[in-house]
């Protein structure tokens, strides 16, 4: 159950959520630019908040949304600093995201049983079964590193016993006749 203690900035995260989600669905999709800028709303089946660790999470169904990007899974934990959401641990069988980055490209989609959201570096970390497509390229790895404001992906972990890196990149097929 949600406590009466919470900020007005955390309880609106959750009590506005869902209307806050439609009013985005039924927008123009922002661009990756501008994603930051965006409020992150969430909706899921259950809500918990915790004041004292500063931390609230979302289970069932839960859909976050900020700006273009879109993120769905079975659990969300949000951790606090400061009032402003620092971390979002998402987690799933498998947890999936999307994002446009521009007008008129291809969206950005991946999964991964586990996923770790840095809202203020514009971070986006996929662990274990981790698979980021656009268009022709499939990048798959235990480990992606996906930065949202550039779409820079970097699969693979730095280390000398890492795990290998899957990469598919698919021929162009020509539509016309």
């Known amino acids: 159950m ?21 009013g985005l669905m039924q927008s123009t999709a922002w661009g990756l630019a501008s994603d930051a800028e965006q409020p992150i709303v969430i909706d899921s089946d259950t809500a918990s908040y915790d004041d004292k660790a500063d931390i609230s999470i979302y289970t ?9 990007i879109k993120v769905h899974s079975d659990k969300l934990v949000v951790y606090f600093v400061e ?3 620092d971390k979002l641990v998402f987690t799933g069988n498998k947890a999936k995201f999307r994002q446009k980055p521009n007008e008129g490209d291809e969206d950005i989609t991946g999964e991964a049983l586990t996923g770790e ?6 971070l986006l970390i996929l662990i274990n079964e981790g698979t980021v497509w656009q268009g022709n390229t499939t990048y798959s790895s235990d480990y992606i590193q996906y930065d949202i404001k550039t779409s820079l992906v970097n699969a693979g972990e730095k280390t000398s016993d890492s ?10 097929t020509n539509t016309k006749k």
């Not at 949600?2 to 959520?17: D, E, W, Y």
């Not at 795990?163 to 162009?172: F, T």
């Open 60 to 68: 069932g169904n839960v859909i976050s949304v900020q700006g273009s």
């Open 2 to 22: 949600l406590k009466a203690t919470m900020s007005p900035n955390k309880k609106q995260l959750i009590t506005l959520g869902f209307t806050l989600l439609i």
């Open 163 to 172: 795990k290998r890196v899957h990469v598919i990149v698919k021929p162009k």
């Open 83 to 85: 009032g402003e959401a």
């Open 117 to 122: 959201y840095y809202p203020k570096k514009n």
